[in-house]
Every structure is written in C-alpha cells, then in structure tokens.
C-alpha cells in the first residue's frame, strides 16, 4: 500500500513539513535524566526515521506550572545549550523539532501550583493556589519566555499545551474556573488566557516560528466545553496567531478511556473532522493511530490535515521511512498497552517500549554488528525468544528458532483472543515478518529435547511459563478449566468462578462476559463507555451515561489477598480493567481460602478466620493460580552438562509479563 496522504508535504508558507506525520509529546523522563547525548540519539533516530515534525516532552515554563519538582525546563543557558544540541541533531538529520511547554496548573504535583481557582482535581495531591491578576501576568510572561528560550535553542516552534485538563484548559470551564473579574464568567473571558498567551508567544518569536495550539476537542468531564466554544476557541486561537491546531482528548482525570489498548484504533478522528473547515490552519488529530494504514484512512476521508501519533515513535522509530518504502509490516507495532512508556512515567521512571526495549536507550543497548556469526539455537517462540532470535540474526549472527506449536507467539497467542487486546494479533504477525526479514530459521512443531540441541555454538532456552497447580480439592472434576483451555475455545458455563485476579484472572473474565469486542465497533465502545457528541452535550459525556451491553456470563472473580482486587495490574490500565469488569457485573470477591470444588460449584471460607464458609454456586471453574517456570529443557541440558543461557518466563515466572521477556531476549542477543 501507499500513503499519499500520509506521505504528502505539508506547507506552512514560511516551512514546509516534509510529511503529514507529527511525533506527539511524551514524557519520557530523558530531559530530567541530564544525559544529554542519550536525549539528542532518541529525538536524532526518530528524526532520521522520516518524522515530519516531532514535539518534545512538555517543558515547565516556571516552577509552579511544573508537573512535578524538578521537571525539565529551559530555566538557564545551560539549559538552552543542552537543547541546542538536541535541536542540531535533529536537523543534521533532516527533521524538524518543536518544544512543548506544558503548565501543569492544579496537575502541578506541588504544594505551589496554581489555578484560576482554588480546588483541587480528583487525581492531585495537592489544592491548587488561586491566581491574582499580577499571577495571571506572571504565567503568561514565563510562558512567552519559554517559546523565545525555545527558538535561541534552535527548535523550530513551540507546541503550547491547552488541553488534557491542564492550566490553560482549567480556564475555559467553570469546573475549574470560579472567577469574577476578565478571566472567569462568559467564555469571552475564560478563553481570554489561552488566546493571550498565544498573541503574546506569536509577537515575541515573529511570524516565521512554527506555532502548535493544543486544543481540548472532547473534554470528557462533567461541565466542559460545549462544541461552539471548541469552536469559537480555535478561531480565536487561529486569529492570536497559532500556525497548526492540535487535538487533546479528555481530560486526565476523565474516567473514559482514551489511548489505553481497548480504544478503538483512531476512536476520537471524528471529533477533529467536526473542526474541519472551521478554521484555515492545518489541524492535527490524535490518539490510537498506531499505523500507516489508519492514519492513511484518517487523512484521505478528511478528519484532518496531519495525524499525530506518539507512542509509535516508541515502539518504531523508522515508522514513517518504512512506511514510505514499502515496508509497513516491518513496523514494530504499538500495542497502546503503556506498560513501558506511561506506567513508568507515572512510576517516576524512564520511559521505554514494551516492544523495543531499545527506545530511550539508543546509546546504551546498541545491537553491533558481529565479527564472527555463530549458530545459536533459541527454543521457545514465545516474545522472549523471539526477540532474542530476531536481534541476534541482525547483528549476523545464524539463528535456528524452535517451538513445539505450529504457530509463533508463545503466550501472545492467547492473550490476543482477550476481548480489547486485538492489538496482540498484529503484534504477533509483525515478528512474524520480522523473523523472514531478518532470515531466521523457523522450525515449528518441535518439541525440542537436549539431544537436539547439539553442534551450536550458543543454546538459548525460552520455554515460557505454565500454569500453576493451586492443589484444590477437587479441582480435577470435569467442569474445572485451566485459562489456556478456556482462551483456546474450551465449552464454558453460565455460571463462572475465577480462581486468582491477577491480569489473567482479569483478561479471562473479561473474555468470558464480552460478546462482540466494542474494541472492534466504535459506536459500541462509545455507548459502552458513555462518549457523546460535544455538540449535543457538555464535554462530549452521553447524557444517559455508559450503556453496557449485558454480561454474557454471570462471573465470580476471586482472590486470597484482602487487597482490593486488580490492585497489581498496570499503573494506568488497571483502573480500565476494574471499571469495565464492574459494568459487567462481575462480582470481586477477596479474603478466601478455597476449600473445595463441588460439582455444585466453589466452596470458600474467609482466609483468617476460617469461618463463614459458603458455595458460590458454578457452572465452571477457571484456574487462573500464577504460573511457574517451564524447565524441564534447560534441566535436561543442565544434567547433560550443555550450557545455555535461560530467559524469560522459563527464567523466573514469578511477575512475569512481555515487557521483561522482551527486555531480557533483546539485551540477552546485544551480548552473544
Ligand atoms: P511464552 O510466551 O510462554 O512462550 C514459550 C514458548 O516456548 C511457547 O511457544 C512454547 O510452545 C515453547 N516451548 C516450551 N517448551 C518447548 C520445547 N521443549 N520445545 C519447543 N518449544 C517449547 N504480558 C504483558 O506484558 N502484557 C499483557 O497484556 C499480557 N496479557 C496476557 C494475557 C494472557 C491471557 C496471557 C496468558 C498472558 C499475558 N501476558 C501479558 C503475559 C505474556 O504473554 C508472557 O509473560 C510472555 O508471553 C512470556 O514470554 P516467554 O517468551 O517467556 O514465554
Ligand atoms: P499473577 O499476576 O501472579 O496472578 C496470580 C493470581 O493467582 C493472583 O491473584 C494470586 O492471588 C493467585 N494465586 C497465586 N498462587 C495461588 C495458589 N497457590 N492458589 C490460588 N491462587 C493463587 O499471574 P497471572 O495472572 O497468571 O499473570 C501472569 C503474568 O502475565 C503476570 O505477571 C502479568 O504481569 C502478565 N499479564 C499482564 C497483563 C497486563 O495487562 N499487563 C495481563 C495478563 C497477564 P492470591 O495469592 O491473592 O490468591
Ligand atoms: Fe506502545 Fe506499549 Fe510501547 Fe508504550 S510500551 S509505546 S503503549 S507498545
């Protein structure tokens, strides 16, 4: 397929963008980390990729607008100087680069941070401090000296940051926004700030510095922004001054999901094509557009003139040259799983990809070429092997990958048939491609034992992690099922009770209360979650709230921890998982042990007491109990006295996921 859409320059009379492909801002944690060089190859390599126009991590324009203490910013020359040799790779390597400058405003995870009024978001620490009007001036002042900071630095414009419920967004909807005197009351004066700072920026970087307008098109919130103020606000926004419109979706605290993998591909494209027209700058839209062919789809039926796409440029910093060159399967996919990038961030770590361990990293997981390929053997496609064998064969190396299944994908296989984790398939089929490009030999269908493994120079064993056996009574009746049998199509009851809530025991209920995936029919995903038409109400929430279609299983999710249940999962997900589990009706029960399992159902009791012993009545029963590793190849090898390097699951089960397969195969191959 071709883009020419995607691919088409984009002139903005004074530049020109070399495509329709904005890198969108993330907070990655590099800027704060100081390691300049390690900032430059991140920006340099997504650059060099083909990337029309990156945007940075949003930069703090003051310390009371900063996201957190200590948040990256161009405070001093230093400062500036740091960024300039950002900016020059980037342009040595043909691309374009603008800083964001996000003010945090209530956000802000400090006692100093400010606000049009003094109340606090549902998901901060702190009360904001009310703004006077010489504090108004102040926000607006740092701000404008950001921007022009930002051009001494060598970047080609500045994105400002009004939407996602930040300071600039806090003004505009009385929610946040109390006030009385000319910035508070009619919209005329809660937009008043926004457009200021954008008059103001524009005067003081001149006419030829390219100037992005973050726009919140959907708040997502009770009381935000009607569509005609959206409206009104971009063509006030156009008229201060701005060169491009971005579209922000949601605010932060909104309780709909927004980038999370369960959110349709290009879900919110509709509401950036209602602004189409409106204005006579080039509007961008956003979220979960993770490949060529939707943002291709996108651009060619008019919901806008550039797409912006984020964590992709995580997971692929060649996304955009290898789309052009006709390879787009070679484009490692973002699963939108923010496992690596946001969870980190919101962990206070350095953000990285769950698919490419190696972004944020470019200068210290390097692949080199090898001197002298060896033959290895990797046994066990699952994502550890895989990634092993894949990195190992682009350094040279002659790599022979093995598994017992006819297919590649290890456990991939099976969470891919979760209801919302749809992405899991391409993600399968991209190493799919992956392994024929980097001419690895594929030998399915075997089970590989120790004698097998003879005449390599290197024998890698990635043999994954299986069930663990909780030792139940009863548990060998036939109407108990493990979770590969229930994902692999196993007959299940009416009545269901899941044995262990960790992201299995989660992902199988899941599974087994969805009919048609909403993830798959956006209108259904809508109504699922209550998204509306901001024309029609406030902020873009349906007025009858979120529809859920009826569970269709009656599902009983239990753990032995008191703990709230799901408590483990991801920092930013974990949340998504809770709330469309409790739409289904699944009860979540915690604080039992399991007695027995009669073929009336579950027997249980509370855990310290022993007492209140009770049937939970059930049709099936799921072991979803932990899994443990599966060794018995690399003991075998052990007792024969080969060695091997042991990864992955087959390593330690224990908290195992993706991300650490996939960190420990690439890092595992970048030494071999
Ligand atoms: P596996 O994926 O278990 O692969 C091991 C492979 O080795 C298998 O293909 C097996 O056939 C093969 N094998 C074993 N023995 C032999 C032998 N003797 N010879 C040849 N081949 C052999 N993780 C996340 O990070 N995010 C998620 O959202 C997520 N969701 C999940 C949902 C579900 C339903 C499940 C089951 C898992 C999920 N996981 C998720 C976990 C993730 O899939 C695993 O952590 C990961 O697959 C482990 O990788 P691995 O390569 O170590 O092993
Ligand atoms: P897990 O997260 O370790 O959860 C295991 C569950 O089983 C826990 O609820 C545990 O709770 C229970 N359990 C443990 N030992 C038991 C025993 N002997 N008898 C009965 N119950 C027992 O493991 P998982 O759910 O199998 O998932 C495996 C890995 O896949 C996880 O590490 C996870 O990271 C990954 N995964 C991730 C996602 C994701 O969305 N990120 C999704 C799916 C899987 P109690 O001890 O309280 O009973
Ligand atoms: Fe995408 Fe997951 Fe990588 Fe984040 S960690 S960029 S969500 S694939």
Redesign the pocket.
């Known amino acids: 397929m071709t883009y020419p859409h995607l691919l088409k320059p984009l002139d903005l009379g004074f530049t020109t963008l070399r495509n329709r492909v904005l890198m969108g801002s993330m907070h990655t944690g590099l800027e704060e980390a100081g390691d300049w060089g390690r900032v430059a190859a991140f920006y340099g390599a997504r650059a060099k990729g083909g990337v029309g126009l990156i945007v940075t991590g949003g930069m703090a324009p003051n310390k009371e607008g900063a996201v957190m203490p200590g948040a990256a910013g161009l405070f001093s020359d230093e400062d500036i100087a740091n960024h300039a040799t950002v900016t020059a790779r980037v342009h040595t390597e043909g691309g374009k680069i603008a800083m964001q400058i996000l003010h945090a405003g209530r956000y802000g995870f400090t006692p100093e941070c400010v606000a049009p009024s003094a109340i606090k978001s549902p998901i901060s620490m702190f009360k904001p401090n009310e703004l006077d009007e010489a504090g108004i001036e102040k926000q607006i002042a740092d701000i404008v000296t950001a921007a022009t900071r930002a051009q001494q630095a060598g970047y080609d414009g500045v994105e400002v940051m009004g939407s996602e419920g930040y300071f600039l967004n806090q003004f505009l909807v009385t929610h946040t926004n109390k006030r009385v005197d000319r910035w508070g009351g009619s919209f005329e004066n809660r937009m008043r700030l926004p457009v200021e700072v954008v008059k103001r920026v524009r005067a003081a970087v001149g006419p030829e510095f390219i100037l992005i307008y973050r726009l919140s098109m959907i708040d997502l919130t009770p009381n935000g922004s009607t569509w005609a103020e959206v409206v009104q606000l971009a063509k006030a926004i156009e008229a201060a001054g701005a060169s491009i419109i971005n579209s922000g979706i949601g605010w932060h605290e909104a309780r709909i999901p927004t980038i999370a993998t369960s959110v349709p591909r290009a879900a919110f494209a509709w509401v950036t094509k209602k602004l189409m027209g409106e204005v006579g700058i080039p509007v961008i839209t956003s979220n979960r557009i993770n490949t060529p062919e939707v943002a291709e789809e996108v651009l060619a039926e008019g919901a806008a003139d550039m797409v912006s796409m984020a964590r992709p440029f995580l997971a692929d910093a060649e996304f955009v040259a290898k789309a052009a060159a006709g390879k787009a399967a070679l484009i490692a996919p973002c699963i939108a799983?923010n496992?690596a990038c946001l969870d980190h961030t919101f962990s206070l770590k350095m953000s990285t990809c769950l698919v490419n361990p190696r972004a944020c990293n470019e200068t210290e997981l390097v692949l080199q070429p090898v001197e002298e390929a060896k033959q290895i053997a990797v046994v066990g496609a699952g994502p550890a092997g895989l990634s092993t064998a894949i990195a190992a064969a682009q350094r040279g190396h002659n790599v022979t990958l093995f598994d017992a299944a006819e297919k590649i994908g290890g456990q991939l296989n099976l969470?891919k048939q979760v209801p919302g984790k749809e992405e899991f398939k391409g993600f399968v089929a991209w190493y799919g491609a992956m392994l024929e490009d980097s001419g690895v030999a594929v030998k399915l269908g075997k089970k590989v034992q120790a004698e097998d493994l003879t005449g390599f120079d290197e024998v890698v064993i990635a043999t994954g992690a299986k069930p663990?056996d909780?030792?139940i009574k009863g548990q060998n009746l036939p109407h108990v099922l493990s979770y590969t049998e229930v994902l692999r199509g196993a007959k299940v009851g009416e009545r269901v009770a899941v044995?262990?809530?960790?992201?299995?025991?989660?992902?199988i209920c899941e599974y087994l209360v969805t009919g048609e995936s909403p993830t798959l029919d956006l209108e259904a995903w809508k109504a699922e979650w209550g998204v509306g038409d901001p024309s029609i109400s406030r902020g873009g929430l349906a007025g009858n709230g979120p529809q859920p279609e009826p569970p269709t299983r009656a599902v009983t999710l239990l753990?032995?921890?008191s703990t709230k249940l799901g408590k483990?999962?991801?920092k930013t997900?974990g949340w998504i998982h809770r709330a469309a589990l409790k739409m289904k009706g699944v009860q979540m029960v915690g604080g039992v042990i399991?007695d027995e399992i009669t073929p009336e159902g579950l027997v249980v009791s509370d855990i310290e007491t022993r007492e209140h012993r009770r049937l939970i009545e059930a049709d099936t029963i799921v072991l979803?109990?932990?899994?443990i590793p599966e060794r018995s190849l690399a003991d075998a090898l052990e007792a024969a006295g080969i060695s091997c390097h042991i990864i992955g699951g087959a390593d330690v089960a224990?908290?195992?996921?993706a991300k650490r397969a996939i960190n420990q195969g690439t890092r595992l191959a970048a030494s071999l």
Not at 499 to 507: E, L, Q, S, V
Not at 624 to 627: D, H
């Open positions: 799983c496992q969470a663990r909780p030792e044995i262990g809530a960790g992201g299995i025991g989660f992902d753990q032995r921890k483990g999962l991801g997900t399991y979803c109990a932990g899994q224990s908290e195992l996921d």
